[in-house]
């Protein structure tokens, strides 16, 4: 198997298009050309765990965090991103790294931390808008099925969790085409009319070539007649954090109890109780403070993030509890994702969960 199709399989999955701006999600050594001879899933990828993926013969590593997020001016190894890539390099093992883009999924990072907290209703706290867009196209009406039925399958026409949605208007169209046409109907330099079909379709806007390369491919005219429109609408199944409730209201500090052994942490830094019950808990795996608002907005009882500053906790302002419970406690159990997904996705092929303990934080 080519390194090449499992990243196709991930980025199916997590979209590139949907990581953050600042990020760097994305093949970071190696050849995508490569035969693979195992993959290893971590959240870090440091010496070390490059130092496993040798040892275990894998020439892939799938990592949540990129080790290169900005340009690297030398490689001397000066530093563990340097070292780290030399060692990589060196012994032809490629860096996937797949970050924001798998926190942005409704089946990412974030659904990993509601299901271990047995979350119900579980959806995107803050869902992305501005990565939709519509379709609208015109085709005789006699083509219709096979036009929707060609766009549905190249990703278009999916809301929420219903497929093959469309909108259609049947009409008239008018068309003269001029002595260097060849019109699928009609006589050129002659005013035909023709009964058609206009389909209107929402699609993610990273699909966009995809979509028309395969409308285009698809359709009988000469000239298609389309139009596209970017979309306000939020893409309910993309964004940041997610926020669910709980089968039962619990105490809060039974609840902090259950989340500190859930999750291994050696503490938890939170806020002051505002209410003795939390019912709806909304949560952000890893550096998760731009979401407080919206965790408020949805009437979150308490936000289950990490990496909060001293003074960024007095913006719970005795609205929510804010309860910090560790970058590396936060998504450890990315690894497993990755691993899960590429089990399921390539059943007979070996994939790995590193080993390492990435935390570099040590508490007394």
């Known amino acids: 198997m080519k390194i090449k199709t499992i990243i196709e399989a991930l980025e199916n999955w997590a979209p590139p298009a ?59 190894g000066k530093n563990y991103i340097e070292r780290t890539i030399i060692k990589a390099i060196k012994n032809d093992v490629a860096i996937y790294a797949i970050h924001t883009n798998l926190d942005s999924i409704s089946l990412g990072v974030n659904k990993v931390i509601t299901d271990k907290l047995q979350l119900k209703n579980a959806k995107i706290l803050a869902p992305k808008t501005q990565v939709l867009n519509k379709l609208t196209t015109f085709c005789p009406t006699k083509d219709a099925e096979n036009i929707r039925e060609t766009i549905f399958n190249a990703g278009a026409g999916k809301v929420g969790h219903y497929e093959n949605c469309s909108f259609n208007i049947e009409g008239t169209g008018t068309f003269k085409g001029d002595e260097s046409t060849n019109p699928h109907v009609g006589e050129k330099d002659k005013l035909h009319t023709e009964e058609e079909t206009r389909i209107e379709v929402i699609f993610p806007s990273y699909l966009k070539r995809n979509i028309l390369q395969k409308l285009k491919e698809a359709h009988p005219y000469e000239e298609v007649a389309y139009y596209i429109n970017s979309l306000e609408n ?7 954090g997610m926020i669910g409730e709980l089968e039962e209201a619990m105490e809060i500090n039974a609840f902090l109890r259950q989340v500190k052994h859930t999750f291994n942490c050696k503490t938890i830094r939170y806020t002051q109780p505002i209410q003795s019950n939390i019912k709806r808990v909304a949560v952000c795996g890893g550096s998760g403070s731009f979401l407080l608002n919206a965790a408020i907005a949805q009437k979150a009882d308490i936000f289950i993030t990490a990496d909060y500053k001293y003074h960024q906790f007095f913006d719970a302002d005795n609205q929510i509890v804010i309860a910090d419970i560790g970058h ?8 497993v994702l990755l691993h899960d997904f590429l089990t399921q996705k390539f059943s007979n092929f070996a994939v790995l969960i590193s080993e390492q303990n990435t935390n570099p934080i040590n508490y007394l």
Do not use: M
């Open 18 to 76: 949907y990581q953050e701006s600042y990020d760097n999600a994305r093949l970071i050594t190696g050849n995508k050309n490569w035969d693979c001879t195992g993959v290893l899933t971590t959240l870090d990828c440091i010496e070390s765990v490059v130092e496993e993926a040798i040892e275990k013969k894998c020439n892939l590593i799938v990592a949540h965090h990129p080790i290169v997020f900005s340009g690297l001016k030398s490689i001397t």
């Open 234 to 240: 939020e893409n309910q199944e993309v964004g940041s």
């Open 328 to 335: 590396y406690e936060s998504e450890q159990f990315t690894s």
